[in-house]
């Protein structure tokens, strides 16, 4: 088995294993970590196609992989605004659950700004 | 000895995947997550992708292993509250056979893909003299693709304009993250007084050499915001009051700056962003001189988050 098709297995299994977390597990910074692990799983399977476009003394193919840096970015960016939602939803809350049958302590405790 | 080391890489990776999602501490789960992140620093240099190596690395390990150790910390205890959440076994089940469902199809894209594999490689190698830049991914990054890395300088200050935004009414304008404490002989300030004027030129070496070799702006600025936070974190500079116009001012230079070397193409060049002949390098180079402060004071502020005191110190 040649490299780029050996890290594009392993790539189709990390966005199965994230895809599991992220579904099963109720933690919101378990579901953010488990989405970035789906995520690097698809950089990963781009970048193996990346590789199997080496050509003209390139080792790659460079658009995707100039699009997998700007991906990782925004990625970060995204995993960022997720965290700080998640920080807020906690102040205000008190919990961090995010299940609607959830008794609502939010409006009794903490009152609104 | 190489496939065997491959072969290992993987299953490392995938062993610390599967750390990252069942591990019962959410702390634990983060530090798997972040030795995973270094490891696939190793995938993309087999992959050839040196300049996805250094992204990785500085961005996908680093800076968002340290966003989410700073938010398992914050978020300690309410493991035990989401666990009692936790779905049943029927729904368990649906969710393993799905995902593997996924990866099946997946697994089977990969063994099928087209033989030759299409590539824009020659493409790029044949049009690269006219950018005048000798990394081909940069060339892509600020010329064949520029449209996408000014989205993506745009995403980047619409997400920490989303940051701020979920600011207390009471805090508006004041400065992110919390008071760090100084302590002048402990080993932190020492690291972050020793460290930074090595990180400092590393990083700008990176942005730097990114033109001809592997590095760029994202990879350099991301070092400078490390030092930046480091800084911060031992308590010997505080994070700048949100409302600050010099701070406003240089968040938004950057990706300005790129949309008026688009407009000087739209008249000059008949395209938005397209470089006149014999101006591409130097106006590459303003656009990566002006996004590199923006970026690196983006980067630092999403990491210290959403203001939770007044811009008094």
């Known amino acids: 088995m040649n490299v780029p098709t050996l890290f594009g297995l392993c790539a189709a299994a990390l966005v199965g294993i994230g895809l599991y977390g992220l579904i099963v597990d109720p933690h919101p910074l378990r579901k953010i970590l488990a989405f970035n692990v789906v995520g690097s799983g698809v950089f990963v399977l781009f970048g193996a196609i990346a590789r199997r476009g080496a050509a003209a003394g390139m080792g790659g193919d460079p658009v995707p992989q100039a699009l997998l840096i700007t991906g990782i970015v925004v990625a970060f960016s995204a995993t960022a605004l997720a965290v700080a939602l998640l920080k807020r939803l906690s102040d205000e809350a008190g919990s961090v659950t995010l299940s609607s049958d959830a008794p609502a302590r939010a409006k009794s405790d903490a009152g609104h700004d | ?197 090595i990180g400092i030129v590393a990083g700008i070496y990176i942005f730097w050499v990114g033109a001809d070799r592997p590095g760029g702006k994202f ?24 409302r600050r116009t010099w701070l406003r001012a240089l968040l938004v230079a950057g990706p300005l700056a790129f949309i008026a070397v688009g407009l000087v193409g739209a008249v000059r060049a008949g395209a938005f962003l397209a ?22 004071l983006i980067l630092g502020l999403m990491l210290v988050g959403t203001p939770q005191r007044g811009d008094t110190p």
């Open chain 2, 1 to 197: 000895m190489i496939v065997a080391l491959n072969v290992g890489l993987v299953a490392l990776i995938l062993g610390l995947a599967v750390w990252a999602i069942v591990a019962r501490e959410p702390f634990a789960a983060v530090v798997g997550f972040i030795a995973y992140g270094l490891l696939l620093t190793l995938v993309w240099v087999q992959l050839h992708g040196i300049d996805v190596a250094l992204t990785e690395a500085a961005i996908g390990g680093g800076l968002t292993g340290a966003l989410l150790i700073g938010a398992a910390t914050r978020l300690r205890g309410t493991e035990a509250e989401a666990r009692a959440e936790r779905p049943g076994p029927a729904t368990r089940w649906l969710a393993a056979a799905v995902s593997v469902a996924v990866t099946l199809a997946l697994a089977a894209c990969v063994l099928v893909l087209p033989v030759p594999a299409p590539t824009l490689a020659p493409e790029v190698a044949a049009h690269m003299a006219a950018t005048e830049v000798g990394n081909p991914i940069t060339s892509v990054l600020l010329a064949f693709r520029a449209m996408d890395t000014l989205l993506e300088a745009i995403v980047l200050l619409f997400a920490l304009i989303g940051v701020w935004s979920l600011t207390p009414d009471r805090f508006w304008g004041g400065r992110p993250g919390l008071r760090q404490g100084y302590d002048a002989n402990g080993i932190l300030a020492y690291a972050a007084r020793l460290l930074p004027p």
């Open chain 2, 219 to 242: 990879q350099g600025a991301t070092i400078l915001a490390a030092m930046w936070l480091l800084v911060m974190m031992a308590g010997l500079a505080d994070a700048p009051p949100i």
């Open chain 2, 275 to 296: 470089y006149p002949p014999g101006l591409a390098k130097p106006l590459i180079l303003a656009i990566e001189f002006a996004l590199m402060p923006t970026l690196t």
